[in-house]
């Protein structure tokens, strides 16, 4: 199965996380830069979209899974953004180099059942990139006025806020997602900065025209 986009087509055979709603909100919204790091690329959806975003971009994306990695290198090469992202496999822990903007779809389950696919369990789980190593990491990547970027579900929003802050970062934008109006958000977009700057809080509903304005770039 493959999802066609306005400028790209994503392919997904080879990576245990598929395209969902989540990676293309976070590519979306997320700030860029010069220099853009994609940790967990998976797919390598969001790389693709943060290169069409911002074209003067360099985009470096890593991913600690083989068949995660060989899907993005596939996805890419049959991009016209090719020249512009580079694919590694690499952990966000053992990586080098100073980023303008870093954007991260994590794994967030910490407490959860696991699945029988291991592939699955690494995308999904914090065992390999907690909330902590995922910001110890941001920190020491990201350029004194860089901007970090993650989706995470409602319930572990709080965690991700205080390991932040535990390492220096200030919350900048903050953008709910409802399914429904009138119902409580089930996901949250986050940036965060090494600089305090007003805060800017936002809540918007899948579907409705703020969304529709969002992602309008990228849905056929």
């Given at each position: 199965?493959?999802?066609?986009?306005?400028?790209?087509?994503?392919?997904?055979?080879?990576?245990?996380?598929?395209?969902?709603?989540?990676?293309?909100m976070?590519?979306?919204?997320?700030?860029?830069g010069?220099?853009?790091?994609?940790?967990g690329?998976?797919?390598?959806?969001?790389?693709l979209?943060?290169a069409?975003?911002?074209?003067?971009?360099?985009?470096?994306?890593?991913?600690?899974?083989e068949?995660?990695?060989?899907q993005?290198?596939?996805?890419?090469?049959?991009?016209?953004?090719?020249?512009?992202?580079?694919?590694?496999?690499?952990?966000?822990q053992?990586?080098?180099?100073?980023?303008?903007?870093?954007?991260?779809?994590?794994?967030?389950?910490?407490?959860?059942?696991?699945?029988?696919?291991?592939?699955?369990?690494?995308?999904?789980?914090?065992?390999?990139l907690?909330?902590?190593?995922?910001?110890?990491?941001?920190y020491?990547?990201?350029?004194?006025e860089?901007?970090l970027?993650?989706?995470?579900?409602?319930?572990?929003?709080?965690?991700?806020?205080?390991?932040?802050?535990?390492?220096?970062?200030?919350?900048?934008?903050?953008?709910?997602?409802?399914?429904v109006?009138?119902?409580?958000?089930?996901?949250y977009?986050?940036?965060?900065?090494?600089?305090?700057?007003?805060?800017?809080?936002?809540?918007?509903t899948?579907?409705?025209?703020?969304?529709?304005?969002m992602?309008?770039?990228?849905?056929?």
């Amino acid at each position: 199965m493959m999802f066609r986009f306005k400028r790209f087509t994503v392919r997904q055979d080879l990576c245990a996380m598929k395209v969902g709603m989540d990676g293309v909100m976070l590519g979306s919204w997320a700030q860029g830069g010069k220099r853009i790091l994609d940790v967990g690329t998976g797919t390598g959806l969001i790389a693709l979209m943060m290169a069409q975003r911002y074209p003067e971009a360099d985009v470096v994306a890593i991913d600690i899974d083989e068949g995660a990695v060989e899907q993005a290198k596939v996805n890419v090469a049959n991009s016209s953004f090719s020249a512009r992202i580079t694919i590694r496999k690499e952990a966000v822990q053992q990586h080098e180099g100073v980023y303008d903007a870093i954007v991260c779809n994590p794994p967030y389950f910490s407490d959860s059942l696991k699945a029988p696919d291991q592939q699955r369990n690494i995308a999904r789980h914090t065992d390999t990139l907690s909330y902590a190593e995922l910001m110890q990491s941001a920190y020491r990547l990201l350029a004194d006025e860089g901007e970090l970027s993650v989706v995470i579900p409602f319930d572990y929003k709080q965690r991700m806020e205080d390991e932040a802050t535990f390492v220096g970062f200030f919350s900048h934008r903050i953008l709910g997602i409802r399914t429904v109006d009138n119902k409580p958000a089930k996901r949250y977009l986050l940036s965060f900065t090494k600089h305090p700057i007003e805060k800017a809080f936002n809540v918007i509903t899948i579907g409705d025209e703020e969304y529709q304005k969002m992602t309008e770039y990228f849905y056929l």
